[in-house]
Each structure stands twice: as structure tokens, then as C-alpha cells.
């Protein structure tokens, strides 16, 4: 059974900066796109970030410069920089495994089939 583990999340100021982390077990890890998606309560979820098993990585626009998706096969990892935080980064922040192996980064949340629970990330003005 495939499990999505999320840590990291926390409470910071404006202009701080987090690390997230994403633990996958249940599989092997370095064949599958992983991404990160997030939700705040009464929208849809978001992409954030995506990178593919080829280090292929593809952000959402307004994360560029900000947001630095890494994994590390070794450890079954798969890491969330964020830097210069702002407010509207607030959100819970959701780890996803891709459902197709070897497949490239995407931002369609229908691709991933296997999901964490959740950590939050809060950012005050």
C-alpha cells in the first residue's frame, strides 16, 4: 500500500521562509512524478509544484524564483523550499504520487493517484 507522508509546515512572517517534506513508501519512488498542490478552505486545489522521475520540474507561475521543488531517490523524499513567503501563500499544502510511471511533470491533479494528508503552512502579514 502506497502512503504520503507531509512535515514541515508551520507559522511564519512574512518574507520567511519553510521546508516541506514528503516521505512516499509503499512503492518505488524514483520512477514516479511527484508534486504539490495546495487548498484553502472554499477553493479548488492548486498545483504548486510538480517533478518527474528525469528531474523534469514544472511551478506555478507565481512561485518562480520562490518555490524549489527537489527530490532524493535515496531517501524516498521528495522536498518543498519556499522562500520569501507571503500571505497568500497560506493554504494547506498536499504531497502527491503520480498514478503512470515514468511519465513526465504535470499540473493536472487527476494524475496523481495517491495523496498525503496535508500540512499546514500559515504566513503572517
Known amino acids: 500500500q502506497v502512503q504520503v507522508a507531509e512535515s514541515g509546515g508551520g507559522l511564519v512572517q512574512t518574507g520567511g521562509s519553510l521546508r516541506l517534506s514528503c516521505a512516499v513508501s509503499g512503492r518505488t519512488f524514483d520512477s514516479y512524478t511527484m508534486g504539490w498542490f495546495r487548498q484553502t478552505p472554499g477553493k479548488e486545489r492548486e498545483f504548486v509544484a510538480a517533478i518527474d522521475w528525469s528531474g523534469g520540474i514544472i511551478n506555478r507561475a507565481d512561485s518562480v524564483g520562490r518555490f524549489t521543488i527537489s527530490r532524493d531517490n535515496a531517501k524516498n523524499t521528495v522536498y518543498l523550499q519556499m522562500n520569501n513567503l507571503k500571505p497568500e501563500d497560506t493554504a494547506l499544502y498536499y504531497c502527491?504520487?503520480?498514478?503512470?510511471?515514468?511519465?513526465?511533470?504535470?499540473?493536472?491533479?487527476?494524475?496523481?493517484?495517491?495523496w498525503g494528508q496535508g500540512t499546514q503552512v500559515t504566513v503572517s502579514s
Open positions: 502527491a504520487a503520480a498514478i503512470r510511471i515514468l511519465g513526465t511533470a504535470s499540473s493536472d491533479p487527476r494524475g496523481y493517484g495517491y
